[in-house]
């Protein structure tokens, strides 16, 4: 993490960078307007601790994507697709503006630290990211299942989970016949 | 009454960072939390006990259960368990086309459906690059506000009745259901309406809309005045909130809460002002704040928020603008059922739609909004097919469940139903 580069966090990549734009050593995009941000796993936490200092008072969203079947999504050209993403939307009040961190997180090891000790209202958003595809968060004070029953086998969301392959049993209900 | 002094609290965020025992979060497994009612406790003992409140229970908005730990009256920690009501509804938003979507996130915020509808339908515009016609997105303002009206009746309705006003149910709702009717008349629906879609809306206002909607506010106004009597000035309804689960600024923005709540405690920001989408830019409405963040002031913001949101009306009425109601593209909306007799492509073009849907553009897109409960958002990524790749709606209610637990520190059962009711979750939207 290199702090300084560019300080003025609200700073967008030109629209066909020759060289990539950078912001905090990390590779920036631009979608639609919005800025987004590509830190490697290990540049993670340093780069959302970077934009916490900068003044993104809040972590809005965080989610997880799979594209197992879509690898070959548009990605920078120095940035390997990996199975999964981790999605993480923070907002600064003064101005106004969003910024989105997308880290590829590979399936050999679907591990992130947490940010709890960051922004602790990301507590469910990672309860639920990890419900959901099967993503570990290292450190987090609560790491089970948030939506999907505590005993529940897979991880919903994945792209190789099946709409309906399971049968849904209310809990305790008898077997049928 | 109770002159309540300022939370002594300046850089206090550091309660919600809390990971051990001193946390007010009980971080216990939902199956230890299930396990605890056969353990062996004496119940007249002076040791915490674990009790389950809900997930069915009058109090708790729908299917909330509440793991607290309690020393007698006195909650010491909880946790919210969640997860009652999921019926995965983003991942069936991957099998829907963007036209079908709209169906599906409007059940998810069901008090407030068409501010999902509006924010996955403004996901959808910009990965297409479209842009809606101006009498549409007056038609959206319009429809959203009298929305943000009937949610916020809604919260009085319920919040009167949980801390004991029980004609509130009657008073709430009465207006609810007046806003409903509008709405109703317009849309076709009281709710889940699926009327703001991808392109524009469903269909143009009805005739006479002007005459009811302006109805509808002349009657509102008197009305809501009647809480101020029936509520705001009533000691044993302040009793009841003032004080109770407060929360500062720094927690909230440490816990990502958007909304009323962040409101009551005295931080002004609402999209609306701050990130203006649609036609907020062009309207006059002030940012409703609070003082302590306690649940009166969370009540406070509710009650004149929804004043606010007349106004807007109001001036929506005013500024209504002739044209039309949709994108006349007919790669995205489908074209006029008097086209389809005599024009080929009109046939074709209504075809495509309805069967396979229209493709949108590889891209990946978060669009927020600012709904009764906080900031909606949308992330949404494409593959370019005719079905999201990814649709991740990010509900205030989900987020905002998570002050519960340190609004509830300390508080007696009884302040626990005033909370639950003040953070006005809908678990539809929780659990999606």
Redesign the interface.
């Known amino acids: 993490m290199s702090d300084g580069e560019e300080p003025e966090a609200g700073d967008t990549a030109p629209a066909a960078p020759a060289e990539p734009a950078r912001m905090y050593d990390v590779l920036v995009t631009e ?2 307007g ?1 800025t987004v941000l590509h830190p490697s796993v290990d540049q993670y936490i340093d780069t959302i601790a970077a934009l916490k200092a900068d003044g993104y ?5 965080l ?1 997880g ?2 594209y197992l079947t ?1 690898p070959n ?2 990605l920078p050209a120095d940035i390997a697709g990996e199975r999964f993403e981790i ?1 993480v ?1 923070l907002i600064a ?1 003064t101005p ?1 503006r ?1 910024i ?1 961190v997308r880290v590829q997180v590979p399936a050999s090891e679907p591990t992130v630290p947490t940010l ?2 960051l ?7 990672e309860r ?1 990211a990890y419900d ?1 595809f099967g993503v570990v968060f290292e450190n987090h ?2 790491p ?8 529940w086998d897979g991880h ?2 994945r792209k190789d ?1 099946g ?1 309906g392959a399971v049968p849904v049993q209310f809990k305790g209900a008898a077997a049928p016949r | 009454m109770t002159i309540l002094e300022q939370p002594v609290s300046t850089d206090a ?1 550091e309660r ?2 809390r ?1 051990g025992d001193d ?1 007010a ?1 009980l ?1 216990i ?3 230890d939390a299930e396990m605890v009612e056969t353990l062996d406790i004496d119940p007249m003992s002076d040791e915490p006990m674990i009790v389950n409140m809900g997930p069915v229970h009058p109090s708790t908005h729908g299917v909330l259960r509440l793991v607290l730990e309690m020393k007698g009256e006195q909650v010491l920690r909880s946790k919210p368990v ?2 009652y009501l ?1 019926t ?1 509804m ?3 938003g991957e ?1 829907l086309s963007y036209l079908q979507g709209g169906t599906n996130v409007t059940r998810m915020d069901y008090a407030s459906p068409l501010f999902n509808e509006l924010v996955f339908s403004m996901a959808t515009e ?2 297409l690059g479209i842009d809606v016609p101006p009498r549409a997105q007056w038609i959206r303002t319009m429809m959203c506000e009298l929305n943000r009206i009937s949610s916020h009746m809604l919260f009085q309705a319920t919040n009167g009745m949980d801390v004991g006003a029980v004609s509130m149910m009657l008073y709430g709702n009465r207006l609810r259901e007046e806003t409903l009717r509008i709405l109703e008349k317009i849309t076709g629906l009281r709710m889940n309406h699926n009327y703001i879609r991808p392109g524009g809306v469903a269909v143009d206002l009805p005739d006479g809309w002007r005459e009811d909607v302006s109805g509808l506010l002349d009657m509102l106004l008197p009305l809501i005045d009647e809480f101020d009597e029936l509520l705001t000035g009533q000691p044993i309804f302040r009793e009841r909130l003032q004080g109770v689960g407060a929360i500062n600024v720094d927690e909230c ?6 909304g009323p709540i962040l409101r009551g405690s005295g931080y002004a ?1 609402d999209l609306r002002r ?2 203006p989408y649609l036609n907020y830019a062009e309207l006059d409405f002030d940012v409703i704040v609070g003082t302590y963040g306690d649940c009166f002031d969370r009540y406070a913001v509710r009650l004149n928020e929804a004043r606010e949101s007349i106004k807007i009306v109001q001036q929506c009425i005013e500024k209504m603008p002739a044209g039309d109601y949709r994108l006349q593209d007919k790669k995205v909306t489908p074209p006029p059922r008097a086209r389809i007799d005599d024009s080929m492509e009109a046939l074709i073009h209504h075809f495509k739609i309805f069967t396979e849907g229209f493709k949108v553009p ?5 669009v ?1 909004v600012e709904s009764p409960r906080g ?1 909606l ?1 949308c ?1 949404m ?1 494409s ?1 370019g097919g005719a079905h999201p ?2 649709m ?1 709606i ?1 509900a205030p209610s ?2 905002n ?2 002050t519960m637990p340190h609004m509830m520190q300390d508080a007696l059962v009884a302040d626990v139903v005033a909370i639950i009711s003040s953070v006005d979750p809908v678990l539809g939207e929780v ?2």
């Open positions: 979608a639609f919005q008072v809040s972590v809005i969203d989610c994507a799979d879509n999504r548009p999605v939307n009040h106004p969003r989105r709890f000790d922004f602790s209202g990301v507590e469910a958003m639920e959901m004070p609560d089970t299942r948030i939506l999907m029953p505590h005993d919903p969301l989970f709409v | 965020a919600v960072f990971r946390s979060v971080r497994s939902e199956a969640i997860g999921h995965g983003e991942k069936t099998q910009q990965l923005l440490a816990l990502g809460v958007t920001w701050d990130m590889e891209g990946e897109v978060y927020a900031e958002g992330y990524v593959d790749y990814r991740h990010r989900f987020v469940l998570q659990d999606r």
